[in-house]
């Protein structure tokens, strides 16, 4: 099957799709809009966005998902854009209610729409949403942060005696080492400081080869997928400290069917929030070199 074709009975040779392939695939020949080299199709879908009567096919693509585009009136305002970015707030209080599944799948909808680099979109999601398996793996979690601690406080002990700086890992997180203890402590007295006793969580992880910008195309994903939370009347909150757990545990990778070479840029908790806020918040100066 080919990657991508011209129906050539649709086109009309108005040569709209040319210039918007990426790979320069496209050419006008022989009275018709050929594909040149199909292995090299990316599969954006450009071709088939800008065409006006549809004549790039994509059969691996879901043909329903190429839609009609929204016209610009239809499309948040200025001011509600900005609203919305600044609007959302990092919850740590969630009501005790759980997140329907429907809204979980849109939220996972927001971050399969993000860009990626060379499109190949990479990443992987695991959604949590019962409390049984939360409880499991917050458990797991802070075992693999406290026997973390234990090894930083151990290298910072070795590193006293000696002229042997700290791993970078070890430095960066020295300060976090009495903090899970601490966690670990209050999760005995039934109060959860890792996960705020959110009913969701959502994690993210990719392969080793399979993506070229690991750290733009998980930022990217991310951004879209908590701006749907909160269009969804969500609250999420990120978890950096189950990502240095699940680094840290293959036990933990295990439990969350992670493979072993995956990268996890990122986890959230999601709920429905139970607080208010009734004022935006400042920020530092934007740091800008105009030149």
């Not at 190949?120 to 797991?140: D, N």
């Not at 290298?155 to 899970?180: C, F, H, M, N, S």
């Not at 072993?260 to 100066?285: A, I, N």
Request: proline content about 7%; overall charge negative; some cysteine.
């Amino acid at each position: 099957m080919e990657i991508v074709w011209i129906d050539e009975d649709r086109c009309t040779l108005c040569g709209l799709c040319i210039p918007v392939c990426v790979r320069r695939i496209l050419e006008e020949r022989e009275g018709t809009v050929r594909v040149t080299d199909s292995t090299q199709c990316i599969l954006c879908g450009h071709c088939k966005a800008i065409c006006p009567e549809d004549a790039p096919q994509l059969p691996s693509l879901d043909t329903e998902e190429f839609g009609p585009a929204p016209g610009r009136e239809n499309l948040p305002r200025l001011e509600q854009l900005m609203a919305l970015f600044r609007s959302r707030r990092s919850i740590r209080i969630f009501q005790k209610r759980e997140v329907e599944k429907e809204k979980l799948e849109r939220i996972i909808q927001a971050g399969r729409f993000a860009p990626t680099g060379g499109n190949r979109q990479p990443l992987q999601y695991v959604v949590l949403h019962s409390a049984e398996k939360i409880e499991r793996i917050r458990t797991m979690a802070m075992e693999a942060l406290v026997d973390q601690a234990k090894r930083i406080e151990k290298a910072i002990e070795t590193a006293r005696g000696t002229d042997e700086p700290l791993p970078v890992k070890y430095e960066v997180r020295q300060l976090y080492a009495p903090r899970w203890r601490e966690m670990a402590d209050l999760i005995k007295q039934g109060i959860d400081r890792l996960f705020f006793y959110a009913p969701a969580l959502i994690i993210c992880h990719f392969g080793p080869l399979e993506s070229i910008t690991p750290e733009v195309d998980s930022g990217l994903s991310a951004m879209q997928m908590i701006l749907m939370a909160e269009a969804l009347e969500l609250g999420t909150c990120f978890c950096g400290f189950f990502v240095f757990a699940i680094e840290e545990s293959p036990e933990l990778r295990k439990a969350l069917e992670i493979p072993e070479d995956h990268g996890v840029p990122f986890s959230f908790m999601v709920g429905y929030p139970d607080v208010t806020f009734s004022r935006l918040v400042s920020r530092k100066p934007a740091r800008v070199r105009w030149l």
